[in-house]
């Protein structure tokens, strides 16, 4: 069972995004099991999707096998009815994508950001890009739902701005959220990157269903996202997860972020660059995979902190599964999982009840921009537990 429902007058719109929350999880579900999994009535799941199918968003497709009784028609998402524009601003790269109601991507661009461009360079620079990937796509603006831009934190949500973010000097408190709208049209909604890629994970990726899990994300740095109750998890100043910054070796290099040993600044791309001396953290990985004793070594030390810091995740949120994820992973994918699954097999408290199990993101280095997309569509459409807090 995922999110249930409620039969109070009050809360309609909640119990829509729990019966669409439903249909976009499974490959094909009829309104008797939607009432089943839901604890809504069957009528207030036939009016709602009723409306659903009149909006476009629903589309009834085939119908399961009778037992004897009638055959029930099944529910599957209209997977054209809506779109959501990602953008992933990386202070190295940008990537937008251009996404359908499942978060699958239609057409994914790149293209490198100048370094020390200035936050209007990079914002004409996104519009541009969201006007490149509707123009490959053929979609016309106005078929789109909004724009999700995943960028690295801390974010104010409140006022949609950037708060100083380590890597990018000069980006005191800017107002991203209100310039990218200006620039583009489009509504955009605001997240870190490791969130949005969580968010991904949720909408068309190894999170779909599970009600508590953990999101690592490797990028310029280590973040993460936290979806717990089918819940995203963003905390008192809606910046929680920053597992990077878990202090995994006492009296450790010093962290930008004031910390010493934290998991960023031993397993970062800067970290293994410097930890092996070769020229960047490509050369890194080619080194590890064709067996160079200094960068094996590397590698391995890396996963071992990588496992610590999942460790302590899993002994203190008692989460359900580990995802791996992001661009800074390509290549090392394998070597950091078995690091990670054996951990979880040997050392959480739990472990005699359940292992954790722990996969790699099937959205692979665009977990970002997919999640990005994915911020939009969560929005829009997946129930919230706020909504009925605010009843």
């Known amino acids: 069972m995922r999110r249930t429902g409620t039969n109070l007058p009050k809360v309609g719109q909640y119990n829509r995004a729990v019966v669409l929350d439903q249909i976009q999880l499974t490959d094909g579900i009829s309104r008797v099991e939607i009432a089943e999994l839901t604890g809504l009535t069957p009528q207030t799941v036939s009016g709602i999707v009723r409306r659903l199918i009149g909006e476009g968003i629903v589309r009834e497709d085939g119908a399961t096998v009778s037992n004897g009784g009638k055959p029930r028609t099944k529910l599957r998402v209209n997977a054209a009815a809506g779109l959501a524009v990602g953008v992933h601003f990386d202070p190295s790269e940008l990537s937008c994508v251009v996404a359908d109601l499942l978060g699958r991507p239609l057409v994914t661009r790149q293209q490198p950001v100048r370094p020390g461009a200035t936050p209007g360079e990079v914002v004409a620079a996104v519009a541009g890009l969201v006007d490149e990937v509707l123009g490959s796509a053929g979609v016309d603006r106005d078929r789109v739902l909004g724009l999700g831009l995943a960028t690295p934190g801390p974010i104010d949500q409140t006022l949609g701005s950037l708060v100083g973010p380590p890597q990018l000097r000069g980006w005191t408190r800017v107002p991203i959220k209100d310039m990218l709208a200006a620039a583009t049209g489009l509504p955009v909604t605001l997240d870190n990157d490791a969130t949005a890629a969580a968010i991904g994970e949720c909408w068309a990726g190894a999170g779909r269903g599970v009600a508590d899990f953990a999101y690592f994300f490797f990028g310029a740095g280590v973040g993460g996202g936290l979806i717990l109750g089918h819940q995203v998890y963003r905390g008192g100043s809606m910046n929680a997860a920053e597992f990077g910054h878990q202090s995994v070796q006492p009296g450790g290099p010093p962290c930008y972020c004031g910390n010493h040993g934290c998991l960023e600044s031993l397993i970062s791309p800067k970290a293994m660059v410097a930890a092996t001396g070769l020229p960047d953290y490509d050369a890194v990985r080619l080194a590890a995979l064709t067996g160079d004793p200094v960068a094996v070594t590397a590698v391995e ?3 071992g902190h990588l496992a610590t810091a999942v460790v302590n995740v899993a002994n203190i949120l ?32 739990a472990r005699a009840i359940r292992t954790v199990r722990v996969e790699i993101s099937p ?29």
């Open 301 to 303: 030390t890396a996963a």
């Open 318 to 349: 008692d989460i359900d599964l580990v995802v791996l994820g992001g661009h800074g992973l390509r290549h090392l994918e394998d070597r950091f999982r078995t690091a990670v699954a054996a951990a979880l097999d040997t050392r959480p408290l």
């Open 363 to 391: 959205l692979g280095a665009d977990a970002a921009v997919v999640g990005a997309a994915a911020l939009v569509l969560h929005t829009t459409y997946a129930p919230q537990v706020s909504e009925l807090l605010s009843l």
